[in-house]
C-alpha cells in the first residue's frame, strides 16, 4: 500500500514517495546557463511579476484561473502553471502551497484530469472540518490567486498500453486521481473495460456525477456506481453500504479477473485490501494519513527520521529536541539554548511540535524549526 | 553624570517574575503574527527596490545625460547615491538583519528564510549569523565573549585593558566608520589571532574562502557591472555606488554603536553568566542596550534598532513591533525599578564619541557603575 498524502484531504502528510517522475524539466538555455552567476532570483521574480504574476526565474507557479463548485462541499480550480512546471501523469499530485494570513500553507492534492494541450490542470478540492488549505480554497481563493506547484509525485498511474479488466475503488475526494484515469482513458475511446465504484456519505457530496453517467452512457465497457453510507440508494446506478465482500461481489461480478486501484481514507483502504489481497491479479492503492493528533500529555516516544543523515531515532515527548538528540549522541548545531539565536533552527517537513516556551502547537512543515525550543508532539521529519 | 535613575538591586525571585512578565508579553506578541508582518515586510522590499532602482537610474541618468547635459550631472548623481544608499540601508537593516534573526521564518516562504537569505553587504550572512545572532545576542556585553565590544579595534569600556595603540583610535574610529561593511566582513576571521600565529595551519585559508567570494561579488556588482552599463561614463556611476555604500557604512555604524556604547551601558565580566537565569539575561540585555529616540522615520531608518532594548529582549519578534511593544516594557522595568536607556540621535551619539575619546585615555572603572554592576543571582 502506498500512503498518499495526497488528496484532497486537508491536513495529511506531505511526503513525495514516488519514483515516477513524468518528465525531465525543460532543458537550460544557454544564454540563461550564462546570466545564472549574475541573477539573484528573487529580485529577478520581484521585477518579473510586475510583468506578469506567474514569471519567475527558477519556481514552479500556477496561476488560478478558473473556479467551479464540484459538489456542496468541494471546489474544481483550474490552474495555469508556467514552464518551471514539469508535468504530471494522470493519476499523479502535487504539492500546491498558498499563503494564508501571512503563512504559506502546503497540501496536497490529486490532478482530476490530465494535462491540458494549453498546460492547464484542474485538481478539485474537498471541504475539510477545520483544514486551514481546504477552507482557504473553498472560501477566500480567486481568479488570478497564485499558488506555488511542486514537482508531481504518486504511483497510481496506468501502464503505456493498459490490459485487461480494471476495478477502480475510491472513497470521498479519493475519486480525483481515478477521475483522471477514467477522463484519460476516455480520451483514448475507453480501450479496457473499466469499472468504477465511488462512495460518499451522500448524493450531494459526489463530484463529477454528470460526466461519469455520460461516459458510462457512450462507454459500453465503462460503468459507474455510486454507493451512498448515510442515504438510501436511488437511481439505478446507485447503492448503499460501506465497503465489504458481499457488496463488492454483487457490485463487481467478474471481481476475481479485475486489476484493482484504490484511493481514500486510510479506514477505506485498509478495508479494501483485506478484502482483496490475494484475490486479484493487481491491487495498488493509495490512502489519505490524518493529520498529526497533537496528544495532549507529554508522555512515551515518538519516531523522528532525521532526512539528510537517514537515521531513524525514538526520542522522547516533552523534552526539548536538542537535548534529546545530543542525548543519542548527536551533535546538531546549536548556540544560546534559549530560542534567541536560530544557528539550531533546522527544516521540518512532516509532523508536530510544541513550542516549550508557550505551549503553542505547529503541525505546519517549516524551514526553520528552533530544536532548543521545540518537543516532540507527534512522529517527525527533520531535515537533519 | 547619568541620564538614568537609580537602579533597584532585584532578588532572585524578582528577577524569576521580571523575566516571566517578559516572556508573558513575548508570548502574547507571537501570537499575533501574522498577515500584518507579511504585508509589512513585503511592503517594505517593494519600496526598497523601486528606491534601489531609482536611484541606479539616476546615477545613470547623470552619468550618461551628464555628459551631455553638464548641469544634470551633480544633482542626479547626488539624488542617485542618496537614493542608492537609502535602499541599502533598508536592505540591511529593516530586511536583512530582521530576516536572519529568523523574524520572518513564519511566513515559510523561501524569499525569507533565515538560513539562506543573503543580504547586500559584503559581510556573509553565515559569519553574521554566529559573531550576531548567537554570540553578541547570547552574551550582549560580556567581555571576552561578545566580540562587538570595541570590535577588536576599540576601546569602548575602562574595563578593556588600555594599550598605546588605543591613543589613535578617534582616528581609527572615523575609518572603520566610512569601511564599516568591511570590518563586519573580517570580524568573524579573527585576524588578529592570525597575525599572532594562534591558529591552526589551513584555518585562515577555509575560512576567508566564502568571505572572499562575497567580497568578490559585492565588488563586482557596483564597482564593475553597473558602472559598465554606462560605457564610457563609468566613473560617476562607480562614485556614486562608493558614496552609497559609504553613507550605508556610517548610518549602520552609528545606530550599531548607539544601541550598545552609550554613557549608562555596562559590560559585564564572564562570572555574571555562569548559571544566569532568564530573568538575570533579560536584565543583562536592559543594562547593556540604549534606544533612539525619534518616531516612525527614525524606526524605519534603524531596522527598528531604535528599539535596541526590546530588539534584545525579542530578536525573532517581527521588529516593526517593537515600539508598540515598548510602552509594556518600559512599564514592566519601571515597576521593577530598572532603568530604561533612551535618547535623542545627538543625544546617544554624543556620548558614544565621548566614550571613544575618553577611553582612547588611560582610565578606570567609576565607582558608581560598578556599584550598580549586576549582581548575580
Known sequence: ?384 | MSKLTATRRLSPQELDAFGAELDALRARTMAQVGKVDADYIRKVVRWMRFIGFGGRALLMVGAIGGAFVPWLLWPACILGALMLGLAKILENMEVGHNVIHGQYDFMADPQFNSHTYEWDIVATSDNWRHSHNFRHHTYTNVRGMDDDIGYGLLRIFPEQRWRPFYLLQPFIAVVFALYFQWGVAIQELKLGRWVARKMPKGKMRRDFAPVGRKMGRQLLKDYVLFPALAGPFFLPVLLGNLAANGIRNVWTYVVIFCGHFTADAETFPKESIRNESRGHWYMRQLRGSSNIGGGRLMNLLTGNLSHQIEHHFYPDVPAHRYGALSVEVREICARYGQPYNTGSLPRQFGEVAWRILRHAFPSRPRRSTTSRKLQTA
Request: glycine content about 8%.
Open chain 1, 1 to 384: 500500500m502506498y500512503i498518499c498524502i495526497h488528496g484532497c484531504a486537508d491536513g495529511c502528510t506531505v511526503v513525495p514517495m514516488s519514483t515516477v517522475q513524468p518528465k525531465k524539466p525543460a532543458r537550460r538555455s544557454p544564454l540563461r546557463r550564462l546570466a545564472t552567476p549574475f541573477v539573484a532570483p528573487p529580485v529577478f521574480d520581484f521585477w518579473a511579476q510586475r510583468l506578469h504574476p506567474t514569471w519567475s526565474w527558477d519556481r514552479a507557479l500556477a496561476r488560478v484561473v478558473a473556479l467551479a463548485p464540484a459538489a456542496s462541499n468541494a471546489v474544481t480550480l483550474t490552474l495555469k502553471p508556467n514552464r518551471h512546471w514539469a508535468g504530471a501523469l494522470p493519476g499523479q499530485h502535487v504539492n500546491l502551497t498558498a499563503e494564508i494570513d501571512g503563512v504559506r500553507i502546503t497540501r496536497s492534492y490529486s490532478l482530476d484530469a490530465p494535462v491540458a494541450a494549453d498546460g492547464r490542470v484542474t485538481v478539485t478540492v474537498k471541504g475539510v472540518d477545520g483544514g486551514r488549505m481546504s477552507g482557504h480554497l473553498l472560501a477566500a481563493a480567486r481568479r488570478g490567486d497564485v499558488l506555488d506547484i511542486g514537482p508531481a509525485f504518486g504511483d497510481l498511474v496506468l501502464p503505456a498500453k493498459p490490459e485487461g479488466a480494471w476495478l477502480f475503488l475510491a472513497a470521498g475526494s479519493g475519486v480525483t486521481p481515478l477521475m483522471a484515469l477514467v477522463r484519460q482513458l476516455a480520451g483514448q475511446d475507453m480501450p479496457v473495460p473499466v469499472t468504477l465504484v465511488y462512495w460518499a456519505r451522500t448524493r450531494a457530496e459526489l463530484c463529477f456525477v454528470q460526466e461519469l453517467r455520460a461516459l458510462a452512457a457512450r462507454h459500453p465497457g465503462f460503468n459507474v456506481r455510486f454507493v451512498l453510507t448515510r442515504e438510501t440508494a436511488g437511481a439505478d446506478d446507485e447503492a448503499a453500504g460501506r465497503i465489504d465482500a458481499a457488496l463488492l461481489d454483487a457490485l463487481v461480478p467478474d471481481l476475481a479477473a479485475r486489476q484493482v486501484y484504490a484511493c481514500g481514507p486510510g479506514g477505506f483502504v485498509a478495508t479494501a485490501t483485506t478484502l482483496l489481497e490475494g484475490r486479484v491479479p493487481l491491487l495498488r492503492s493509495e490512502a489519505f494519513t490524518p493529520p498529526p493528533m497533537p496528544a495532549t500529555d507529554d508522555s512515551g516516544t515518538v519516531e523522528v527520521r532525521l532526512a539528510r543523515s537517514g537515521r531513524a531515532l525514538q526520542l522522547p515527548r516533552g523534552v526539548a529536541l536538542l537535548q534529546a538528540l545530543e542525548a543519542e549522541g548527536l551533535k546538531p548545531k546549536s548556540g544560546c539554548r534559549m530560542g534567541i539565536c536560530n544557528t539550531c533552527a533546522c527544516g521540518k517537513a512532516v509532523g508536530a511540535t510544541r513550542d516549550l516556551r508557550t505551549g503553542t502547537p505547529h503541525t505546519e512543515a517549516t524551514a526553520a524549526l528552533k530544536l532548543c525550543v521545540s518537543s516532540a508532539v507527534s512522529d517527525l521529519v527533520l531535515d537533519l
